[in-house]
């Protein structure tokens, strides 16, 4: 997995780089390149470059294909290659591929791509033809299909790229655009298999144990940044020129963008200290397991939250819907929270070190960045078109680390010893904690 996303980076990055790719037709800068190829195939939407600006209409296409296949997944472009040129997929293929779909099963994988192609074009199609009608009349016939596409396949793979320069504060009065994109970013970071619980859910009359615990801490992270929202900043009361209805629809934009969307209808600068601190907080959750989102997942907080309940309680088992959950999954959660936030700090304090913070910002300037980046958000307060060399490759580090997961970037760098093989077992001891 890592290297089929790095492979997909390192095409892109080289085609970006060249001069057709950009509107002045002359090469862009490799490092910038990469960068905006990272963040494309990472779904994050962080760019040094004014994506509206500085590339030709082939870069653009070139950053939607990039988009496309880093939210789907590369395996899904390699399944369908190889069932077009009538080629077996074998056991090694189908291992990466229950990795990237990150299921527990080897069969059914092969259908559940399709599906995935399936549901995923259909949705972006259909949304893209939703925006038309604004779009079309707004940029012309040619412009406004092209910007509908764009941002309908952005959206869905919660990128963030936009092709307006200022993301969509141009459209705060525009329910239909945001309402859209909004149905879009939660479509995206719900994930696949939470889909097709849902889609099939009258013929089957149930739901997985993945899915009702992936719905229930999703709407309660939108249900709660909400009501936070409206609270810190008095229904962006700052903005005297929306009516009551629009400040609430752009409350709404506000929540579910930190998401790993990275559209932003209200400027993040402009917002109060515990606004920006919720941000960071939903961006470092994400979406769920098996989207187009990153961030450490919607089930691994539920696990976290409900283990620590469990604690509290003093109970043996850690329960959810009348199930329990393996101690295994607990503990990969709790080490998943260690390393990630080992990964982060150790980030932030570098980027202090390398970067210049402006003197209106402190230290959430390079905080929120690095949030945004390891969450494969795209929100930014103005340092990524500001990064340093140093800083570049360390938030594409990020963005990479994000959408691949921890978890997968750990393996593919250590080898793990086989458990089983382990002889010597030593005495148990306690240690006072707390």
């Not at 399936?118 to 016939?141: E, N």
């Not at 990153?294 to 199930?323: C, D, W």
Request: aromatic share 12%.
């Amino acid at each position: 997995m890592a290297l089929g996303f790095l492979s997909t980076i390192f095409i892109g990055g080289i085609l970006l780089s060249l001069p057709f790719a950009s509107q002045s037709n002359q090469a862009t800068n490799l490092l910038d390149a990469f960068f905006t190829a990272t963040s494309a195939v990472c779904v994050t939407g962080l760019t040094t470059l004014n994506t509206a600006v500085h590339w030709s209409l082939a870069g653009k296409l070139i950053i939607m294909l990039l988009i496309e296949i880093g939210g789907l997944g590369f395996m899904s472009f390699t399944i369908i290659i190889l069932l077009a040129s009538r080629k077996k997929i074998n056991f090694r293929t189908r291992i990466i591929m229950k990795e990237a779909l990150n299921t527990n099963q080897l069969s059914g994988g092969v259908n559940f791509i399709i599906y995935i192609l399936k549901f995923s074009v259909g949705l972006q199609l259909l949304a893209a033809c939703l925006l038309s009608i604004d779009f079309i009349p707004r940029y012309g016939l040619a412009k406004g299909a092209f910007f509908s596409l764009f941002h309908s396949v952005s959206a869905f793979c919660n990128a963030g790229f936009d092709l307006f320069g200022n993301s969509l504060e141009s459209f705060q009065k525009n329910p239909l655009v945001l309402g859209v994109l909004s149905f879009l970013i939660i479509a995206g970071g719900l994930g696949f298999i939470v889909w097709r619980d849902l889609l099939t859910y009258r013929k089957n009359k149930r739901l997985s144990f993945h899915s009702k615990l992936t719905l229930r801490v999703t709407f309660i992270l939108l249900i709660g940044g909400f009501l936070f929202f409206l609270l810190t900043e008095q229904n962006l009361s700052h903005l005297k020129d929306l009516t009551f209805g629009e400040r609430l629809m752009n409350t709404f934009f506000l929540t579910v963008t930190p998401r790993t969307a990275g559209f932003n209808s209200v400027s993040f600068s402009g917002l109060s200290q515990a606004s920006i601190l919720l941000s960071c907080f939903l961006m470092y959750i994400g979406g769920s397991s098996g989207s187009t989102a990153g961030g450490i997942k919607t089930t691994t907080l539920g696990i976290l939250v409900m283990h620590a309940y469990s604690v509290f309680k003093g109970e043996e088992r850690t329960q959810f819907s009348g199930r329990s959950i393996n101690p295994t999954l607990i503990n990969r959660a709790f080490v998943l929270l260690f390393i990630t936030m080992t990964v982060i700090t150790t980030a932030i304090i570098t980027l202090s070190i390398t970067e210049t913070i402006p003197p209106d910002f402190g230290i959430e300037y390079i905080v929120f960045e690095v949030f945004s980046a390891f969450g494969t958000v795209g929100v930014t307060l103005g340092l990524t078109p500001q990064l340093t060399a140093i800083g570049k490759i360390i938030i594409m580090a990020l963005m990479f680390t994000g959408r691949i997961g921890m978890f997968t970037f750990l393996l593919s760098i250590i080898k793990r010893t086989n458990q089983a093989n382990t002889k010597i077992k030593y005495p148990e001891e306690n240690v006072i904690i707390g």
